[in-house]
């Protein structure tokens, strides 16, 4: 069964890059997506953006111009970059798996990472 | 944006009593649509895509239905391990949004 782990620094200074890695256990990168999703503290969550094996990226477009999703397949890890990080970018990270439905070009997640606690404070 | 709406905000619920929850979405998003669980401190955990699939290992109590801009989530008869936060997100359009969640609570 895969597995996702996560890992990356949790305590960031305002203007800082947000930089995580997640691994993938057990499981193929190739016919996914791979995704990144945040929880600020007691809210909601908002989907960042994904990539695929083909390097294709889909960002949310209220975070795009400061965000990048980059894969190293040969690791079988994707990461996120997130720049210029201000106290509303506090929040639980967490990176997923999204399985593709049943026409193979939609996807959905399926698989969660179990997240990454992310607080920038000065 | 795909606004996702879920109503309501709060369901109080006695354990073995039926729960409906709601899921609203601002234009059609055919039946790319999935519910989540999330337990107190928990990671969120898939319930139901492409709208009235369940995921492997979820109990037959859970069922989803609907399709376009209408979705319903049925609990048939609550158990405690599903008082929690469950909410509901379109991955027909990008970006991915998800419904703000219903906290299903013990009445």
């Known amino acids: 069964q895969v597995q996702l782990q996560q890992w990356g620094a949790g305590l960031l200074k305002p203007s800082e890059t947000l930089s995580l890695t997640c691994g993938i256990y057990a499981g193929p990168f190739s016919g996914y997506y791979w995704s990144w999703i945040r929880q600020p503290p007691g809210k909601g969550l908002e989907w960042i953006g994904e990539i695929n094996q083909g390097g294709i990226t889909n960002y949310n477009p209220s975070l795009k111009s400061r965000v990048t999703i980059s894969a190293d397949t040969s690791k079988n890890q994707f990461s996120l970059r997130l720049t210029s990080v201000t106290a509303a970018d506090t929040a639980v990270y967490y990176c997923?798996?999204?399985?593709?439905?049943?026409?193979?070009?939609?996807?959905?997640?399926?698989?969660w990472g179990r997240g990454t606690t992310v607080t920038v404070s000065s | 944006e795909i606004v996702m709406t879920q109503s309501p905000a709060t369901l109080s619920v006695s354990p073995g009593e039926r729960a409906t929850l709601s899921c609203r979405a601002s234009?059609?998003?055919?039946?790319?649509l999935a519910w989540y669980q999330q337990r107190p401190g928990q990671t969120p955990r898939l319930l139901i895509s492409s709208a009235s699939t369940r995921a492997t290992g979820i109990p037959a109590r859970f069922s989803g239905s609907g399709s376009g801009t209408e979705f319903t989530l049925t609990i048939s008869s609550l158990q405690s391990e599903d008082f929690a936060i469950y909410y509901c997100?379109?991955?027909?359009?990008?970006?991915?949004?998800f419904g703000q969640g219903t906290k299903v609570e013990i009445k």
């Open positions: 997923a798996r999204e399985h593709p439905g049943p026409n193979f070009y939609y996807f959905y997640i399926d698989v």
């Open positions: 997100q379109q991955y027909n359009n990008w970006p991915k949004t």
């Open positions: 234009q059609s998003v055919s039946s790319n």
